[in-house]
């Protein structure tokens, strides 16, 4: 099943966005991309630049709560670089398992580094469904049934889970930590991560707010996608339609974002009067636009792939000459009988002597004669 699941989640996407192509034409999908223009490049750019920092922030405060360094300014560059590698990649979060198992690797605790990314990310969707919940029950005229039970559903499980995360850490989370069964001690780990990472006092206010900047950053990107696309309608009135259409792009059936987005903003702006059409022009501008906003993530993988390939690389000459390494070794000396890879016998060497003593006289080692 694990090996199948990549291929149903591509399956899945190409479905959605055949059946669009099949009901609506390819020319919702081209008009996308037609209207991207250099106004909403630069747009890109800057709302990218923005979010992405918050996003990285967020991924600092957690990582630092739970014992790992990170600095701002690398983690900048990789939150760039996972980005760019979701957005081109075609299971959409293969740059993020790869942040989190380099981090991990750096730090020495390759575990927590990626329960750190896992957290971030968390918190990021705890952030988008959190919205989608308000837009149920604050504006459900401009919500189908079926999105708007889904949403509640997913609020449901989100809820019931964190309660039973805490309650399960308050009650049993000190006695499983020394608990013999091995799977115990994981679950008692990760509860404490949870409750370091996101749920103590000095971690969840900066993580609930850099969360919520970083969700009005894709939702400014979303107005630029509208507008771009011609669409007219009052921002407070598209809104609702954007949060939505972000959580949809949460759903694991999707290639770098693509698919259930498509599907969602057809199935919302045909039901607010504004044409399944255009909902799928505006996602597929979005979608470019989002595309665009990572692109620094691509200099940095250059940048990151030439500096490992100029540290791997020495030069022939200075190998041959002897100059490939030019650390000091003349501190480190082993006593005569220490030295790595040799048996030292005791009195120098009494014992080599008597072996060469016994040859001569026509004996083997330990007494047996040679004959």
């Known amino acids: 099943m694990k090996r199948l699941w990549p291929w149903l989640r591509i399956l899945g996407a190409l479905g ?5 192509v099949w009901q609506l034409g390819t020319g919702a999908f081209l008009d996308g991309l037609r209207e991207v223009d250099a106004g909403g490049v630069a747009a890109a750019l800057g709302i990218g630049f923005a979010t992405t920092v918050f996003s990285a922030w967020r991924w600092c405060l957690v990582a ?3 014992g790992l360094r990170l600095s701002l300014p690398s983690a900048v560059g990789e939150y760039y670089r996972a980005l760019f590698l979701n957005g081109v990649l075609p299971a959409g979060i293969l740059g993020d398992v790869d942040r989190a198992v ?4 750096e730090s020495g605790d390759v575990l927590r580094g990626v329960r750190a990314v896992v957290l971030e990310r968390t918190a990021g969707q705890i952030a988008v469904i959190g919205a989608s919940i308000v837009v149920v029950f ?12 889904a949403v509640t559903v997913a609020g449901i499980v989100v809820v019931v889970l964190a ?19 091995k799977g115990r001690r994981g679950f008692a780990v990760v509860l404490a991560d949870v409750r370091l990472g996101l749920l103590t006092k000095e971690t ?3 993580v609930s707010l850099l969360s919520a900047a970083t969700l009005a950053g894709h939702l400014a990107l979303f107005a630029v996608a509208a507008r771009a696309a011609g669409v007219t309608a009052p921002i407070g009135d598209l809104l609702p339609l954007m949060v939505l259409a972000l959580l949809a792009m949460g759903l694991p059936l999707n290639i770098g974002g693509w698919g ?12 607010a ?7 799928v022009t505006v996602a597929v501008v979005y979608g470019v636009l989002a595309l665009v906003s990572s692109l620094p993530g691509a200099g940095v993988l250059l940048a990151r792939s030439v500096r490992s390939h100029r540290t791997d690389r020495r030069d022939p000459d200075d190998r041959r000459e002897g100059r490939g390494d030019q650390t000091d070794h003349s501190s480190r000396r082993f006593p005569r009988d220490r030295l790595p890879g040799r048996r030292r016998h005791r009195a120098d060497g009494i014992g080599a002597r008597r072996r060469r003593g016994l040859r001569h006289a026509g004996a083997r080692p330990f007494g047996m004669s040679h004959r």
């Open 16 to 20: 959605i966005l055949g059946v669009l």
């Open 64 to 66: 630092r709560r739970l």
């Open 102 to 105: 380099q981090h991990g690797r």
């Open 138 to 149: 604050g504006v459900p005229s401009v919500v189908p049934p079926p999105i708007g039970e």
């Open 163 to 181: 309660f039973a995360a805490v309650v399960t850490g308050m009650t049993a989370g000190e006695r499983w930590i020394h608990s013999g069964s």
């Open 204 to 206: 969840w206010p900066g």
């Open 260 to 271: 259930p987005r498509e599907g969602v903003c057809a199935l919302l702006f045909g039901a």
């Open 273 to 279: 009067g504004l044409g399944s059409a255009q909902g």
